[in-house]
């Protein structure tokens, strides 16, 4: 058991820092990032059900891409409809 210094509301803050997003968020580098993106997008290529993978594989590059789709689906027709509707996904 952590000490109760090291726990906020029961999650364990062993790793959490002051740029720290939540309780349980482990801050990572950009070099950390890199070696995350590599292993996931490999792994995820030789098994697609691993969801692990592509989930990591998102959140990695997810500050990259989903910027340049958000600006990609302004400029279309299609894209600012979805935008507009916001559906559940």
């Known amino acids: 058991s952590f000490p109760s210094s090291l726990r906020t509301q029961g999650t364990c803050r062993c790793f959490a ?4 997003l939540y309780d349980s968020h482990v801050p990572t580098s950009f070099v950390h ?18 969801a692990d993978l592509v989930a990591t594989l998102g959140d990695t590059t997810g500050s990259i891409t989903l910027p340049r789709m958000l600006e990609r689906m302004k400029k279309d027709q299609i894209g600012m409809e979805i935008l507009e509707e916001r559906p559940v996904i």
């Open 33 to 50: 990032k890199v070696f995350l993106t590599g292993e996931a997008a490999f792994g995820a290529i030789r098994n697609p059900e691993r």
């Open 17 to 20: 820092s002051e740029s720290s």
